[in-house]
Nanobody
Framework: QVQLVESGGGLVQPGGSLRLSCAAS????????MGWYRQAPGKERELVAS???????NYADSVEGRFTISRGNAKNTVYLQMNSLKPEDTASYYC???????????????WGQGTQVTVSS
């Protein structure tokens, strides 16, 4: 059993910053990559940013240059630093991890419960 726990969402004014955190725990052998997705009301879930175990990153065009994804020293945590936030960044943000399970070495995707980010004046 693996859990992803997110934190750091909230209400911020346009132009402000927030930092999201996600920690994975449980029966983990390794984590191949971690990422952040978001879903606004009435829209499909979309990839915001991802990072591989080797540190390679990928960003959606809409957040390139404003958001930065990084992994913690323990490699089971991932952060999303969000700067210059815009109202259109308002959404529920979900952490995702591609995990190799301990003992079975099965690969599977795990999701966090989501954290709300609201950008409004």
């Amino acid at each position: 059993q693996v859990q992803l726990v997110e934190s750091g969402g909230g209400l911020v004014q346009p132009g402000g910053s927030l930092r999201l955190s996600c920690a994975a725990s449980g029966s983990i052998f390794s984590i191949n990559f971690m990422g952040w997705y978001r879903q606004a009301p009435g829209k499909e879930r979309e990839l915001v940013a991802s990072i591989t175990s080797g540190g390679s990153t990928n960003y959606a065009d809409s957040v390139e240059g404003r958001f930065t994804i990084s992994r913690g020293n323990a490699k089971n945590t991932v952060y999303l630093q969000m700067n210059s936030l815009k109202p259109e960044d308002t959404a529920s943000y979900y952490c995702n991890a591609n995990i190799v399970a301990q003992f079975s070495y099965t690969h599977y995707n795990s999701w966090g419960q989501g954290t709300q980010v609201t950008v409004s004046s």
